[in-house]
């Protein structure tokens, strides 16, 4: 199973933003932080107000992120995600309850980092560690950035 994480890793480095700036040995002290999951259709990765302590990175398929409305059983859709993107990074780093749910539209693997395994791999990596969190602190600066465009749309 680590042969083939490592496999997918390396396969896709430029797809999951967050590990281009890797370099091969980096990757490979990295790769038995991750666990590949499978997902089917119409599973759910998450729901909203869960407790959770991972980061999912889309290997394959598609995911949609939607949030509870204050209307009883209404939701709207945040996100719809692919190859590449990833989920659960708030939670990641807060620990408060997930703040949305994400529904799997179709068949989808994520390769999923735990917070524990990721603790654990900075405490031996420290430099790589910080690599990878200022590849995060990247997307999600882009992805603040075009929510706020958005916001400012509607107003």
């Known amino acids: 199973m680590e042969n083939d994480i490592k496999k997918i890793i390396y396969e896709q480095r430029e797809a999951l933003n967050i590990l281009y700036s890797l370099s091969d040995e980096e990757l490979n002290q990295l790769a038995p932080s991750f666990e590949l999951l499978h997902f089917p259709a119409g599973s759910i990765v998450f729901k909203e107000g869960d407790s959770g302590n991972f980061l999912g990175f889309i290997v394959c398929g598609k995911l949609e992120v939607r949030k509870q409305t204050e ?47 990721f603790d654990d791999f900075v405490q031996k990596y420290p430099y790589v560690g910080i690599k990878v969190l200022q590849g995060l602190n990247r997307v999600l600066s882009i992805r603040l950035r075009k929510a706020v465009e958005r916001f400012a749309e509607i107003f």
């Open 71 to 117: 209307f009883k059983g209404r939701q709207v859709v945040l996100a719809l995600l692919t190859k590449g993107s990833f989920v659960g990074e708030l939670n990641f780093f807060d620990e408060r309850p997930r703040s949305a749910t994400v529904f799997v539209t179709e068949d989808s693997d994520l390769l999923i980092l735990r917070r524990g395994a």
